[in-house]
């Protein structure tokens, strides 16, 4: 197995301050983490070319003008429980009916009430899933690859100069790194983790507030790379603005949990985004 740094280093050298609303998921999910059992070496195995979770944003995103990860997730540390109790496998149902091409699943259970159980049982449906959690063990991409996830989020803020040891971790366990960026400065950390999928969380990490990127500087630094727009967006037309300002994909969460209809928010997002050719 990849050689990583100590989890506990990771989480003191973040720079951010202790009552943050990420340094107090990270100091959480340490204490989870050192309750894991032994770690196993990565077993699975995949087409080394096979990237579903790549391949299906991809997909998407070219026959339809863009692709959707809808995420299922019952809470968050700024809003408290927000959706609890809504049942997994019907919601998730209604995501592929609107169109969703992958699941994003929250992994940890104290602050967004999620676990590793979910992404298990959403083998069921078909679509690759991404573990969406707060990296910093290589007991958690454990815990991603035996849940059956194809993708695993690592998060550059966090990671910083390891996210490129993460990222090598992940692929080791044929899970496909989502490097999560929160601003330009992060950008040679991805880079250097030749990342093949890039999110943008709109997000300002410390505070979980919100903020408005642009795909443009993005593309300049990964012209081959799967753009993912995530967080900050409330309505098909946020979704279908930010599809069309050049990014391939985005991961929407709390606007599909809280909406009465997800199905018809993805498909109202989805319509007719690409120009008809004659």
Do not use: W
Request: glycine share 8%.
């Amino acid at each position: 197995m990849n050689q990583l740094p100590d989890p506990a280093s990771l989480v003191r050298a973040t720079g951010l301050a202790s009552g943050s609303h990420l340094q107090r998921v990270l100091v959480s999910e340490l204490a989870r983490v050192a309750k894991l059992a032994s770690i196993p070496s990565p077993t699975r195995s995949r087409a080394a070319a096979s990237h579903p979770f790549e391949t299906a944003l991809r997909r998407d995103a070219a026959n339809r003008g863009g692709a959707v990860i809808a995420e299922y997730k019952q809470a968050s540390p700024s809003l408290g429980p927000f959706a609890m109790g809504t049942p997994l496998l019907p919601q998730l149902r209604a995501y592929l009916e609107g169109g969703a091409s992958a699941f994003s699943i929250l992994a940890e259970p104290v602050y967004f009430r999620g676990s590793a159980d979910h992404l298990m049982a959403a083998e069921t449906l078909g679509a690759p899933r991404l573990y969406k959690g707060f990296v910093i063990s290589e007991g958690q991409l454990a815990e991603a690859e035996a849940s059956g996830a194809e993708a695993v989020l690592l998060i550059a803020r966090v990671l910083k100069d390891h996210t490129a040891a993460f990222a090598q971790a992940a692929r080791d366990r044929n899970l496909e790194p989502l490097v999560e960026l929160h601003d330009l400065t992060e950008v040679g950390f991805a880079q250097a983790a030749e990342a093949r999928l890039v999110g943008i969380n709109a997000r300002e990490l410390s505070t979980f507030t919100l903020g408005e990127p642009t795909a443009a500087p993005l593309r300049r630094a990964f012209p081959e790379a799967v753009l993912i727009r995530e967080s900050g967006l409330a309505t098909p037309e946020d979704a279908r603005s930010a599809l069309r300002a050049g990014f391939e994909a985005v991961l929407i969460g709390e606007a599909l949990m809280r909406s009465p209809d997800p199905r018809g928010f993805l498909a109202r997002t989805l319509s007719n985004l690409k120009p008809e050719t004659v």
